[in-house]
């Protein structure tokens, strides 16, 4: 059974930098397309970003401030996001898409608070 | 980029109602479409991808169906544990989700 658990600080401050990982359990990181996915509180899913394979695609309006990689050694993939503000205050979902099939494994979330 | 309008953004519902949400994308996203149900303080749950194919575990109650650029989400019979978030999200392009559409009950 695969499993997805999100790691990183609860709190960071504005400018600074989001470092969030996603350690994969059950199966293999290779072959599949790997997402981060976060939503603000009270609102709606937005798409952050994945990577499969090594190549990565970003939300455009995101693109300039974010970075995910891999690595396979670990089976686990991470999110960096640069230049925080308040604005990126959300619950951090990573999950698991299989091509053409959706998105049918998820982390349980993490919280990510941005304030002084 | 592809936009997806989702409607309605609340739905009062009763027990054993039909209900349909429907999504329309800004252009063409072929079929690769997918739905999901959330819960409060939870993950989304993948109920239906490919537009139309039944995720494995999820009831049958859940249908959905394409039209073009218009997708819909049916649920035949709302039973207590449907009342939720649902959310559609293409997968074409630069993946993106509707908005949302909070099920109440009525």
């Known amino acids: 059974q695969v499993q997805l658990q999100e790691s ?108 002084s | 980029d592809i936009q997806m309008t989702q409607s309605p953004s609340t739905l009062s519902a009763s027990v054993g109602d039909r209900v349909t949400i429907t999504c329309r994308a800004s252009q063409s996203i072929s079929s690769w479409l997918a739905w999901y149900q959330q819960k409060p303080g939870k993950a989304p749950k993948l109920l239906i991808y490919k537009a139309s194919t039944l995720q494995s575990g999820v009831p049958s109650r859940f249908s959905g169906s394409e039209s073009g650029t218009e997708f819909t989400l049916t649920i035949s019979s709302l039973q207590p544990d449907d009342f939720a978030t649902y959310y559609c999200q293409q997968y074409s392009e630069t993946w993106t989700f509707g908005q949302g559409t909070k099920v109440e009950i009525k």
Request: include cysteine; aromatic fraction near 12%; hydrophobic fraction near 30%.
């Open chain 1, 8 to 115: 990183g600080p609860g709190l960071v401050k504005p400018s600074e930098t989001l470092s969030l990982t996603c350690s994969v359990s059950g199966d293999s990181i290779s072959g599949y397309y790997w997402s981060w996915i976060r939503q603000p509180p009270g609102k709606g899913l937005e798409y952050i970003g994945h990577i499969y394979n090594g190549n990565t695609n970003y939300n455009p309006s995101l693109k300039s401030r974010v970075a995910i990689s891999s690595d396979t050694s670990k089976n686990q993939f991470s999110l960096k996001m640069n230049f925080l503000t308040a604005a990126d205050t959300a619950m951090y979902f990573c999950a698991r898409h299989r091509y053409g099939m959706g998105s049918d494994v998820w982390g349980k979330g993490t919280t990510v608070t941005v304030s």
